[in-house]
């Protein structure tokens, strides 16, 4: 799985970069094989005036399928946080989704009688 990290008019950045990192390797681990890439952009919308305007986007490569997902919010750690769960939890049920399928696609066909 390749992790691809952007950080845009953020201080500390290495280390934002780093704890995203962590973060997505932890959530995303047990789905490595069938996560492509990840591609994580972290920015400041308003830059220096404050408030909620730290933006974490998640763009997830699957190998038939793309997930993207933001959180917006006050402190970039959190933010960072709260959107790694959130991603956890939507793959897994995309997962389980094409499990669900390929489950159905397995089924034998249903033999029906014909009468003589």
């Known amino acids: 799985m390749e992790v691809q990290i952007k ?3 953020l201080p500390a950045a290495k280390t934002l970069r780093n704890h995203a990192s962590r973060r997505i390797r932890t959530a995303l681990g ?3 094989h069938a996560v492509q890439s990840v591609t994580v ?4 919308i308003n ?9 974490c ?11 993207v997902m933001e959180e917006l919010g006050d ?11 959130r991603v956890q939890y939507n793959v897994a049920r ?7 399928v390929n489950r159905q696609l397995m089924q034998p066909p249903e033999l029906i009688p014909i009468p003589i």
């Open 7 to 9: 950080a845009r008019g």
């Open 30 to 32: 047990r789905f490595g």
């Open 57 to 67: 986007r998640i763009v997830i490569q699957m190998k038939n399928r793309s997930i």
């Open 94 to 100: 995309q997962m389980d989704k094409i499990a669900r």
């Open 47 to 55: 830059g220096p005036r404050g408030g909620a305007d730290k933006l």
């Open 75 to 85: 402190d970039m750690r959190r933010v960072i946080d709260r959107l790694t769960e």
């Open 41 to 44: 952009r972290l920015s400041d």
